[in-house]
């Protein structure tokens, strides 16, 4: 009988040769660091990390930036109005979600949460589009599905999960499936420091760091996971030093800093298409506004914190690099805000005039064809309506 049993064993009761040990310190630098550009004045702090873009290029960031901030408050306002069932605030947090979809290629895939709003922008999504979804719209490209936080095909946008970090291992899948495929995809998952508690962040992570699966993992520390802060989500001195355990890198970054996050996420996209596996990066930001319209975030952190924090908020800092540059004037940043606000104030009532999804919307777009108990289900419905209209009752849509 032919034996399978390898000739050389090899087993591991040794130490590990220095190789390894010299490359796991330089990976613990990086775990433990915090790559920055530009400080929270605007500064050049360190110009071997500053992305070759033209002016603009730079120009385009900030506007991306602009963006963002001015459609999360119009949502916030639609929620207090009653228009908008709930909204999670993006505001503090454009340059993570803006720097890491702008290096990304089309043929890539993004794999958010629900606080990208900048990423969905990059990646060629549309105020109306959001709102559409937002304010479910006959417009509405997920017709009506509760729960599922925008994402288009069309983009290569996956909608985001409300269950936290659901969509870690299914990056991962996707990720692996391109590289069976051969083709030239990088995933990218998107998550908050609250998901690195989950199993299915080890889960995902892990496979990934085996298989070498192109895949980037960015995981935004905004230091509170609803009301749990940092210190209560881990004993570690980082959540990127999570990755060494996994045998990928982990890089902490300045989340605040569009160009650092940039310049990280384009060395692990650009790493993860040579074949050289996945990385995480730690971005390390702040959650300016409440984790959801539902939350009241007085309740376990203080103003005194939430000021602070503002100092070193995204889009004033790269405002005043962008000044001192010579790329963007105060004045032209300022009058950039003032006509997004205005134009998406015409979108917003465009799209509030638009009629909403159809009462029977959701019999549509689950089967290709309705089989027969659902096409029972749907006709009772449809005899419902019919009564409640003879009755002169109104059904909200």
Known sequence: MESHVSEKVDLPFKPLPPEV????????????????????????????????????????IYEYMVRARVIDSWLLKLQRMGRVALHA?????????VGTAKPMKPQDWLFPSYRELGAYLVRGMSEEEILDRALNTIDDPLKGSDFAIYGNRKYNIVPAPVPVGNQIPLATGAAMAAKILGHDTVVVAMFGDGASSRGDFHAGLNFAGVFKAPVVFVLQNNQWAISV??????????????????????VRVDGNDVLAVYS?????????????????????????????TADDPGRYRSEEEVKIAERYEPLKRFRKFLDSQGILTEKEALQMEEEWNARVEDIVKRVLEKPGLPKDV????????????????????????????????????
């Open 362 to 397: 959701f019999f549509h777009n689950v089967y290709e064809r309705r089989p027969w108990h659902l096409e029972e289900e749907y006709e009772e419905f449809k005899e419902s309506l019919k009564v409640a209209e003879e009755l002169g009752l109104e059904l909200e849509e």
């Open 21 to 60: 040990l010299e490359e796991y310190s330089g990976r613990l630098r990086e775990a433990l660091g915090l790559k920055r550009v530009i400080d929270e004045e605007g500064r050049v702090v360190d110009e071997g990390l500053m992305p070759k873009l033209p002016p603009s290029e730079m120009r385009e």
């Open 264 to 292: 990280v996420v384009s060395e692990a996209l650009e790493r993860a298409r040579r074949g050289e596996g996945p990385t995480l990066v730690e971005a390390v930001t702040y959650r300016l506004g409440p984790h959801t």
């Open 89 to 97: 605030p993006n505001k503090g947090q454009e340059a993570t979600a």
């Open 229 to 250: 802060p940092v210190k209560r989500q881990t004993a570690a001195p980082s959540f990127a030093i999570k990755a060494l355990a996994y045998g990928i890198p982990g």
